[in-house]
């Protein structure tokens, strides 16, 4: 590993989901040498992981780019390494082996629970280990989950229509349902992700749900006929079902506890009933001490991620610390790592994507906000020395040798471009779209680096 020429600078981008991919490219583009370490073996993040297991044209129009992106000679892709606290390497490695600066684009590793009694309960789970189940994301994909008969999803964004889709679509369960805090009219999923479920909306259903909840809509001036036109107005364009699964809502519904039988298998969802209350032109739901249990026998949350709290970064809030006073802000947003505790910001460290603010949006909010965490990264080079092609090369070397002392395989990319090679041979024996192996040990050996 050299540098691709002249005298430059040398950044280490963590994490090659989408966030990290266009950033290097950012970086890439000014001239920049980019070493991008991935904690999974291929890149993509949740472009590869979390995008719709059956959504293959999008998916492979997205490799396309990343492919494209990383063939630039000065963005050096390593695979299979962990950065982090307790990981291959630390921040303060990339900082002893020549990085001038560090751009964090892990994503939001960690998962949000609510600290409800029972969520250890056999049957219940985060969305995300599901996506990642479902999306053969390895160490996930080689997991059991059990799934029963009526799953309560918690949530009614576009992560819980996912799941809802796997449920009834694949799985093919008897009963999903949704659990809503809020009312109808605050629903967060798009008219597009729920086509592959409408047709399992019971009509009759959802228009007794929506009469029993009128009254607290109306209440915070919502209409409760606009709320049932949005939810079915693309009843029309629905996907043809494939099972006899029957999906619907509960509104006004907070989660309190997961009931278990005595197998500590989670058997219920118990709710309180909730009222909606008018807060700074937005709505809240109130509890009202009454409560009830909804027959589950799994429970899925889909109540939005967070950080990694051990990956070495102070944290606030779900998301690391950032400068609330950043020396080099973008669009009004802050990209710079900070130090509560001393009071400053971390110098050379910068974030972006979900690692700057968790669960926002999907690839393209991820492709913008890496460029622009890129942009500022690049600002604050600008004070920082240039090194010259004698120095770059032995820092890159230091790199080199470092990663060779791990004792475990490093994925170049050659190596990635063999296992894409390799897995897209597999679909065509198959005649599958798609083929992925379901574990590192199988990727590993079908590259020949184990």
């Known amino acids: 590993m050299s540098a691709s020429n002249g005298a430059k600078h040398l950044v280490a981008v963590v994490g090659a989901g989408p966030a990290?991919?266009?950033?290097?490219?950012?970086l890439?583009?000014?001239g920049v040498e980019v070493l991008l370490f991935n904690q999974d073996i291929k890149p993509g993040g949740l472009a590869e992981y979390g995008i719709y297991h059956d959504k293959?044209?999008?998916?492979e129009g997205l490799r396309r780019q990343f492919r494209e992106i990383l063939a630039a000679p000065n963005i050096h892709y390593f695979g299979n390494i962990v950065?982090?606290?307790?990981?291959?390497?630390t921040l303060e490695d990339l900082r002893t082996l020549g990085c001038q600066a560090i751009l964090v684009t892990v994503g939001a590793q960690g998962t949000k629970w609510l600290g409800l009694e029972g969520e250890q309960l056999r049957g219940v789970y985060h969305a995300k280990d599901i996506v990642y189940h479902y999306n053969r994301l390895p160490p996930f994909s080689e997991r059991d989950y059990y799934i029963g008969q009526h799953v309560a999803i918690v949530g009614v964004g576009n992560v819980m229509m996912d799941i809802a889709h796997w449920l009834i679509r694949d799985v093919k369960v008897a009963e999903v349902v949704a659990v809503a805090r809020r009312g109808p009219a605050e629903v967060k999923f798009t008219k597009k992700e729920i086509l592959p479920v409408i047709c399992h909306i019971d009509h009759d259903v959802l228009d007794a749900e929506i009469q029993r909840v009128s009254p607290a809509m109306q209440a915070v001036d919502q209409d409760p006929a606009a709320a049932w036109h949005f939810i079915l107005s693309a009843a029309d364009k629905g996907i043809r079902p494939t099972s006899n699964t029957r999906f619907r809502?509960?509104?006004?519904?907070?989660p309190s506890?997961?009931?278990?039988?005595?197998?500590?298998t989670v058997c219920g969802l118990e709710v309180e009933d909730t009222r909606l209350v008018a807060a700074n032109g937005d709505t809240k739901a109130r509890g009202l001490g009454t409560k009830r249990v909804i027959e589950a026998d799994t429970v899925i949350f889909c109540i939005g991620d967070k950080v990694d709290d051990s990956f070495g970064l102070p944290t606030e809030w779900g998301e690391f610390a950032k400068n609330a006073a950043p020396r080099f802000p973008m669009e009004g947003n802050s990209y710079e790592a900070f130090d509560p505790a001393a009071g400053k910001p971390i110098e050379d460290v910068f974030v972006a994507g979900w690692s700057r603010k968790a669960s926002d949006g999907l690839v393209g909010v991820a492709r913008?906000?890496?460029t622009l965490g890129a942009q500022a990264l690049l600002r604050y080079l600008a004070a920082q020395p240039v090194l010259d092609v004698a120095d770059l090369d032995g820092r890159l070397a230091q790199v080199q040798m470092r990663l060779s002392g791990l004792g475990k395989p490093v994925i170049g990319k050659p190596a990635w471009q063999r296992l894409e090679a390799a897995e897209q041979a597999e679909a065509r024996q198959l005649g599958l779209e798609e083929f992925k192996y379901a574990s590192n040990q199988e990727m590993l050996a079908a590259i020949?680096?184990?």
């Open 20 to 26: 990290g991919i266009y950033a290097a490219q950012t």
């Open 28 to 30: 890439a583009n000014a």
């Open 56 to 59: 293959h044209k999008m998916k």
């Open 83 to 89: 950065v982090g606290q307790q990981g291959d390497l």
């Open 249 to 254: 809502f509960e509104f006004l519904a907070s």
């Open 257 to 264: 506890r997961m009931v278990g039988d005595s197998t500590g």
């Open 368 to 370: 913008k906000d890496g």
């Open 448 to 450: 020949g680096a184990v």
